[in-house]
């Protein structure tokens, strides 16, 4: 894919101002949508309000942790007020859709723009924006060279060097499904034997201390989702810390999302496929994406100058409802490799 760079801040701005100005409450709006997200306020506020100013739509929403929004819509069930279930990684989006919560999509600018193994085969649910897990490294301790896969940070030369977030984490239940995937049930073992080996460090609670404890010298690499580095070097360009995409010569670097689908019981389905169909869409994702500097589901979208400036890489094709399929297996591997 080829990424092109955009201004978003005075555009995001533009909207806000817009959108307030539109919110002056002289009539009442024909449609409304009830939306829970695990994606955090200011990441869909400004969206949200470029939808009503687009739309007439009014978009009410509740923010949660996924697990506990997932919770909640079952608990609810029939007379749940929410029509859409916002949230992040396809390990998510699965299990919710494997607890019967969501119905087909009706959205065709979805269907058109985004690719299709970013969303589920039955349309139960769809990325709206695409962040990378990968590889970041010292730029004091490591040369580029040294480093080529996930793989590969299993072997001796990493020993006491690296850092990684807990297992419990859905990121990286996610990549270690999609390697499970890639390498079979034997190799994934071995190589998860190999990462709790090297590691320099107990497990970490956040992708942002695993590079905290690179710059701190205690670990030399480590493994995070592209959007934390991108705010790193957003609040300190200078740190000596670099992404490295991994699996550039196999599968490609893997690849997530953040997504959506509209839920079972919904209350008001057409303006909630028209959401995801509006999100789905170039000027939406210009700003979904970028605000959270992640990647377009759209190659042809610009993105954010800081993610632009990491350059073009392989994407992982694989699709991510197998991902979401191969959880449970990972959990396993992972519980029986002691990696916490
Ligand atoms: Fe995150």
């Given at each position: 894919?080829?990424?092109?760079?955009t201004?978003?801040?005075?555009?995001a701005?533009?909207?806000v101002?817009?959108?307030l100005s539109?919110m002056?409450?002289?009539?009442?709006?024909?449609?409304?949508v009830?939306v829970?997200?695990s994606?955090?306020e200011?990441?869909?506020?400004?969206?949200?309000?470029?939808?009503?100013?687009?739309?007439g739509?009014?978009v009410s929403?509740?923010t949660?942790?996924?697990n506990a929004l997932?919770?909640?819509v079952?608990a609810?069930?029939?007379?749940t007020?929410a029509?859409?279930?916002?949230?992040?990684d396809a390990?998510?989006?699965w299990y919710?859709a494997?607890?019967?919560?969501?119905?087909?999509m009706?959205?065709?600018?979805?269907e058109?723009?985004?690719?299709?193994?970013?969303r589920?085969?039955?349309?139960l649910?769809s990325?709206?924006s695409?962040?990378a897990?990968?590889i970041?490294y010292?730029?004091?301790?490591?040369?580029p060279?040294?480093?080529?896969?996930?793989?590969?940070?299993?072997?001796?030369?990493?020993?006491d060097?690296l850092c990684?977030r807990t297992?419990k984490?859905?990121?990286?239940?996610?990549?270690v499904a999609?390697?499970l995937a890639?390498?079979?049930?034997?190799?994934?073992?071995?190589?998860l034997?190999g990462?709790v080996d090297?590691?320099a460090a107990?497990p970490m609670?956040?992708?942002s201390q695993?590079?905290e404890?690179?710059?701190a010298?205690?670990?030399d690499?480590?493994?995070?989702?592209?959007?934390y580095?991108g705010?790193?070097?957003?609040?300190?360009?200078?740190?000596?810390l670099?992404?490295f995409?991994a699996?550039?010569?196999?599968?490609?670097a893997?690849?997530?999302v953040?997504?959506a689908g509209v839920?079972k019981?919904?209350k008001h389905?057409?303006a909630?496929?028209?959401?995801l169909?509006?999100?789905?869409?170039?000027r939406a994702q210009?700003l979904?994406?970028?605000?959270n500097?992640?990647f377009?589901?759209?190659?042809?979208?610009?993105?954010?100058?800081i993610?632009?400036s990491w350059g073009d890489?392989k994407?992982?094709?694989?699709?991510?409802?197998?991902i979401g399929a191969?959880?449970?297996?990972?959990v396993t591997?992972m519980?029986r490799?002691?990696?916490?």
């Open positions: 894919m080829t990424f092109k760079k201004q978003q801040a005075g555009y701005a533009t909207i101002a817009a959108a539109f002056a409450p002289i009539f009442a709006y024909a449609q409304e009830v829970y997200s994606r955090t200011h990441l869909i506020k400004p969206v949200f309000e470029a939808f009503t100013q687009d739309t739509i009014k929403y509740l949660g942790k996924d997932i919770e909640r079952k609810e069930g029939e007379r007020p029509d859409v279930l916002m949230t992040v390990g998510n989006l919710a494997s607890q019967g919560l969501f119905q087909p009706n959205a065709p600018q979805v058109k723009a985004v690719p299709a193994h970013l589920d085969p039955k349309g649910w990325g709206l695409i962040r897990r990968t970041v010292s730029t004091e301790r490591v040369r060279e040294e480093l080529s896969t996930y793989e590969a940070l299993a072997e001796p030369q990493w020993k060097r990684l297992s984490k859905v990121y990286n239940k996610s990549l999609a390697l890639h390498n079979g049930e034997a190799a994934t073992a071995k190589m034997a990462w090297n590691l107990a609670a956040k992708d695993v590079m404890a690179i710059l010298g205690q670990c690499v480590g493994i995070v989702n592209t959007y580095f705010r790193l070097q957003q609040e300190k360009p200078d740190a000596p670099k992404l995409w699996n550039q010569n196999t599968t490609g893997h690849v997530n953040s997504g839920l019981h919904a389905v057409e909630a496929n028209r959401l169909d509006w999100l789905a869409s170039d210009e979904f994406a970028a605000l500097k992640e377009s589901v759209n190659p042809q979208v610009p993105v954010d100058a993610v632009y890489f994407q992982d094709q694989l699709g991510l409802e197998r191969l959880q449970n297996e990972a591997l519980q490799a002691n990696y916490r």
